[in-house]
């Protein structure tokens, strides 16, 4: 599939849905093999973002993907998706070989509170109490777990910058500076399942994803967490 030529029809429906800042970049793959040295490959990227820049489309040989900071309610974010895809009618997609939704989600406690008042044990992991001689210096976790639709990967890493160190060269705009003690909960839940490339299939295959990274965003935080947030339902 010859992207470049098609991109001038796409450029312009992401124009016509309200996405009218373009910009061209490049994205570096490492590919580590188990023998020899590592293989690197670049790869074109093209981003078009809203005038706030709080939304943004990206669009590469292997994968397309829109990303926000500005998150109202679910039902807004798989109305633009579906847009998106309406609009990737043009770049005839045969395929697609994964689908995923991503959530990074920053907490931040107060100066008298812990990470475990936000979130269960099995995530927040072991906090010395005072007058133990100890302070803990940062914590990591990790877990995958299966679903009906596929597999969910969720983590937990100190929030040193804005963004998890993954995601950088972001455009996006909306981001906080974290304060000490924060740390980036994420959430990704994808699956591999092989489908033609169908908008509405597709958009009904993004709602499933978000149900299950819904309901266990409510097991893995505490009731504190949604006082704390004003949260008691969730959209």
């Known amino acids: 599939m010859d992207l470049e030529e098609k991109l001038p029809a796409f450029r312009k429906a992401c124009e016509d849905l309200g996405y009218p800042v373009f910009r061209l970049g490049r994205i570096r793959t490492v590919n580590v093999g188990g023998v020899g040295p590592s293989d690197t490959v670049d790869a074109v990227r093209w981003d078009f973002l809203d005038r706030s820049q709080r939304w943004n489309i990206i669009l590469a040989p292997e994968f397309l993907m829109l990303q926000t900071t500005e998150y109202p309610v679910f039902e807004e974010f798989l109305e633009r998706w579906r847009l998106v895809l309406e609009a990737a009618n043009c770049l005839e997609i045969p395929v697609v070989e994964r689908l995923g939704l991503r959530y990074v989600d920053l907490i931040q406690p107060k100066a008298t509170e812990r990470v475990s008042d936000y979130l269960v044990p099995e995530l927040s992991g072991y906090e010395p ?13 990790a877990m995958v777990l299966r679903s009906t639709h596929g597999q969910m990967l969720v983590r937990v890493s100190p929030a040193r910058t804005p963004i998890p ?63 704390a947030w004003g949260r008691r339902e969730l959209p």
């Open 129 to 141: 109490q005072p007058g133990t001689g100890l302070e803990r210096s940062y914590h990591t976790a």
């Open 165 to 227: 160190p993954d995601l950088d060269g972001i455009h996006l705009k909306g981001f906080r500076q974290p304060t000490d003690g924060a740390v980036f909960v994420d959430f990704d839940h994808s699956t591999s399942e092989i489908s033609a490339f169908h908008p509405d299939a597709i958009v009904a295959s993004t709602d499933g994803l978000h149900d299950a990274a819904d309901t266990l965003f409510r097991e893995v935080t505490t009731e504190h967490a949604m006082e």
